[in-house]
């Protein structure tokens, strides 16, 4: 089982950076695929980024493509997520999230989006963007 806790999220004004972190339990984190996921207030989850188990395949929503980075440091079991040019649509709770599934089959067709694709859940940093 894995055990995740996401951090960095905060306040901070439109044009601004913040880098969101997930930290993971277990020693199998290089097992798993990650994924940033993000509830604004009264809309349902959306995919935010992934990454593949090794690190060498990222993917992200086209809302944040150019702006957002996700990466994986398997030896500090953490996963980050590097967010430039932020919005005040950015606002919402963000979420980091682990997935067994392994490539070809993360990448394909889009699972990666999928909520039901990942396995275990943190629960959650708060990021708010003012305008």
């Known amino acids: 089982q894995v055990q995740l806790v996401e951090s960095g999220g905060g306040l901070v004004q439109a044009g601004g950076s913040l880098r969101l972190s997930c930290a993971a339990s277990?020693?199998?984190?290089?097992?798993?695929?990650m994924g940033w996921f993000r509830r604004a207030p009264g809309k349902e989850r959306e995919f935010v980024a992934a990454i593949s188990r090794t690190g060498a395949r990222t993917y992200y929503a086209d809302s944040v493509k150019g702006r957002f980075t996700i990466s994986k440091d398997n030896a500090e079991n953490t996963v980050y997520l590097q967010m430039n040019s932020l919005k005040p649509e950015d606002t919402a709770v963000y979420y980091c999230a682990a997935s067994k599934t392994s490539e070809p089959y993360f990448g394909a067709s889009g699972r990666y989006r999928l909520v039901y694709v990942y396995d275990y859940w943190g629960p959650g940093t708060q990021v708010t963007v003012s305008s």
């Open positions: 277990g020693r199998t984190f290089s097992s798993y695929a």
